[in-house]
């Protein structure tokens, strides 16, 4: 598509709840990361994945998160018994990934979870 | 590992003054470095990126940013704000021949007119 894509755009859930947010990346980028962003704060790195590498998930913060991306199309963060502080946007973004070459990353609108 | 530390989480300044928003990074060797900005209900955007070359990087609206290696430095200013320079702006480095991008905490300019 023309732009990442996120979906949904709102979430609200009980504690304990399992959630997936899920991310279209702009064709052809091989690249996607995910970050979160809490209410007031920077963005937090969770995972990234490229190409057909092992992804980099040295950012989740915990086991009940997880996440998958089939190739390099579509990418689903799963959080598993949301808690209270998984409260915040996730943010999902992609770049060519061109190596070396310090690609820029584009970013979807985000979808805003909140578990109540 | 790379880090970011954005000096000051909020900036004011009057509408016509400099705008100056302060970024250290630490890494092992020169990374790559970017300023990104976020409008408010808007989504993130590169406002500039700092890859090889010329270390003074322009980029949108009037803003730009000098990577100074000495002190590990990329900090961004514009010479007058404009009411709708009013945003989050994020600074950000990835290793260079990777793709870890690692996020400041980031900076909120207030504009007062």
């Known amino acids: 598509g023309a732009g990442v894509s996120q979906s949904p755009s709102n979430k609200v859930t009980e504690k304990g709840k399992d959630v997936e947010l899920r991310c279209d990346p702009i064709?052809?980028?091989?690249?996607l990361y995910w970050y979160r962003q809490r209410l007031g704060q920077g963005l937090e790195f969770l995972i990234y994945f490229q190409g057909n590498s092992a992804p980099d998930k040295s950012g989740l913060p915990s086991d009940r998160f997880s996440a998958e991306r089939t190739g390099e199309s579509v990418s689903t963060l799963t959080i598993q018994r949301t808690q209270q502080e998984d409260s915040a946007v996730y943010l999902c973004?992609?770049?060519?990934?061109?190596?070396?070459?310090?690609?820029?990353?584009?970013f979807g609108e985000g979808s805003r979870l909140t578990v109540l | 590992a790379q880090s970011v530390t954005q000096l000051g989480s909020h900036v004011s300044v009057s509408e016509g003054a400099l705008v100056l928003l302060r970024c250290n990074y630490s890494?092992?060797?020169?990374?790559?470095l970017f300023w990104y900005v976020q409008y408010p209900n808007q989504g993130l955007q590169l406002l500039l990126k700092y890859t090889t070359g010329a270390t003074l990087v322009k980029g949108i609206n009037g803003f730009e940013a000098e990577f100074k290696k000495s002190e590990t430095s990329f900090h961004l200013t514009k010479p007058s704000a404009h009411m709708s320079d009013a945003a989050e702006y994020f600074c950000?480095?990835?290793?260079?021949?990777?793709?870890?991008?690692?996020f400041g905490a980031g900076t909120r300019l207030f504009v007062k007119a």
């Open positions: 890494s092992s060797v020169p990374p790559y």
């Open positions: 064709s052809g980028h091989t690249a």
């Open positions: 973004a992609s770049s060519s990934g061109l190596a070396g070459v310090g690609g820029e990353l584009f």
């Open positions: 950000a480095v990835s290793p260079t021949g990777g793709f870890k991008t690692i």
